[in-house]
């Protein structure tokens, strides 16, 4: 299911990040435990490989091409993944801009990624099955001097979640669960 998004003024944007950073500013400062937020994903197997995601409200797809045994009616997990990251990055970039009185005219953000599917298949031990590389590429437009851009991406690069899980390694625990 695709939602589109409708576009916004920067006054707009500026008024709602004003208003979630003053909630959450004062939220945290009445309780600092609620700072800390739980998520939560659910799969459903659909087809051959694919699978429905339900995360919070919203439900979505994802499959992988016919080469790796797929259907090829929705991106694939690591697809997810990258989107995840650029998506993320957008929201932190207009937020620190917003934050630092940065202009930004447009952004553009853009992720290529390395995969060696020798991991994925068991065919070469010493291969990851995940991401060898991944190269963000963010064009950014606007009437600042390019030291200020480059303080922009300081700043998101650091404060970034998603870029954080890419690049600082999350402690996973998997409990599996055999009903019988």
Known sequence: MTETLAETSISNRAERLDSAGSAWAERIGQ???SASLQFRATADPVGS???TIRAGRHEFTVDEPAA????????SPVEYALGALISCQVVVYRLYAH?????IDSLDISADADLDVRGLFGIEEKVRPGFGAVRLTVEVSGPDAEERYAELQAAVDAHCPVLD????PTPVTTTLRVNS
């Open 49 to 51: 490989v694919g699978s």
């Open 31 to 33: 309780n600092t435990a």
């Open 68 to 75: 790796l045994a797929g259907d090829d009616v929705a991106a």
């Open 165 to 168: 899980i890419f690049t600082n």
């Open 99 to 103: 934050q630092l009185g940065i202009s």
